[in-house]
């Protein structure tokens, strides 16, 4: 299966990810063989497969809607690469 | 006591229990080992001499308490399972400097069972890997051969316990991350059934394949882990509440009599390394002569296995992954001026080549005109390789046959990703399945001298039973070494 360096960077792009066209080169010769490999799945029948996207089959886990506080602001914002002991600060937006 | 690092988890939890050996003595003989062996294994990210050693004063004033099975034994934990205020790296640049607020449950459990964290392991970048090649701060050595990967993606946790530099250590296994490390390193790797443990504090790769389990020098040792990380957990909505049975009642029996082991066809044929096959096949002649019945079993879907693996956990890593954003935690770029380029380049900057290329191909593969060809049709074949294994276990008790078709391979040997990928093939169906598989070291293989580990998949929730046949076969094996460092 063939991937361009262009499909590779818009799906980078997508993926908040920003690559060197050397990268991007690299990327879509491995990309193409791996999903060339995955192709194989072609081969089986699974019309009539109800897909299985975990091993656990539960309805929606529920608990009690209760008030609990298991962490401070301080430490939740004590990682946080830029704060003001409030918030959580970004660049500007628009 | 001399040489306290050659005992097992079972035997130093016993001598801790009884004051033979002060914690301070447990803690510090793994420490001398880790300054002896470090140069040459470089298994540990993180060392915690300083809260290991406080934490052992303190013990050894309290004294022993026989209701914490675990109580005064140093133990490791994988870099990917948050510790309350030791750095947490998951082997990412992206998170070099992440310091939690919180224990994972796991860690919770072995910190009340008396354990004593003592180091963080490294590992592939965000468990991504197969060799511990893509740890993004160094490669980590074969303690059995330096020249040679110790597996991956947990190879920390496994060269740390091969090395003797602690009792046991918590490793994670998304595709064979622990069974592998493992079978590379001599040592024994347990994947419990998904649900099991609680993942809660464990940094997600594929959410529907993670789990965490022991990595130990014995099959007891590693009932014994179990035993304390097994439970419901309020905060893991997918950890099962279903009782948790004594995983050490079932060991020390003498017999494998009316256990019926299943040798799938598909994984004892072609491609198998001769060394690799006669170790296992060995083993499995000492089942027989121990009473086990084999059968031969068909799981004719495990040519599709790797196909199906790696769409589902690259589309769950690429959603999982989607929360470094340079907000919250982790590397930011300090320098761009809008949000959208802050975003794009702290995570350019942060993740390695190898998470890199799965964000973007399970991007790829859940996007809009291709999420049926790829990540539905994935998930579809993910049931009928269930179904495979529900057949299979109609005829036989448990699932034999090789972890990896070769031992562990020279550092540089796998360049190419998807050759590095094929090195899942055996282990990959457990996880998909859900179901609970082992690795057990079963000798040295003829050509390269590497340890080779036979695995063992069973139904969901049997590891009582599986530690139990491990367990007979482990003691009626040849003794395994430990390596020469």
Redesign the interface.
Known sequence: MKITPEEVAKVAKLSRLDLPKEKLELFAGQLGDILGYMEKLGELDTDNVDPMYSPVQHTTVLRKDELKKDYTREEVLSNAPEQDGKFFIVPKIV | MSELYTKTLTEMAGLLQSREVTVAEAVKDCLDRIEATEPTVKALITVMSDEALKQAEVMDQEGPDASKPLWGVPIVLKDLLVTKGTRTTCGSKILEN?????DGTAVVRLRKAGAVIIGKANMDEFAMGSSTENSAFFQTSNPWDADCVPGGSSGGSGATVAAGQCFAALGTDTGGSIRLPASFCGIVGLKPT??RVSRFGLIAYGS?LDQIGPMTRSVEDSARILQVLAGHD?ND??S?DVPVPDYLVGLGRNSLEGTTIGLPEEYWGKGLDNEVEAACKAAIAKAEALGAKTVPVKMA?T??A???Y??IAMAEA?SNL?RF????????N?D??????????S??EG?G?EV??R???G??VL?SGYYDA?Y?????????L?EDFEKAFEQCDIIAGPVCPTTAFKAGDKA???QM?LMDIFTISAN????PGMSLPVGLGGDSGMPVGLQFMGP?FSEAEMLSVADCLERNLEPMPMAKL
């Open positions: 992440f310091v939690p607020f919180y998904y649900g529907s309020p909505s997918t099962v879907l040519d599709y790797i196909a199906t790696y769409i690429s989607s954003d340079g907000v919250r935690f982790g590397h930011r300090k761009a001026e809008e949000l959208i380029d802050m975003y794009t380049s995570r350019t993740f080549d890199q290329r964000i973007i191909m991007t790829y996007s790829y539905n049709k994935a998930a579809k074949v993910r049931r009928l269930r190419d990703p998807l990928y998909l399945a859900g179901l969901a």
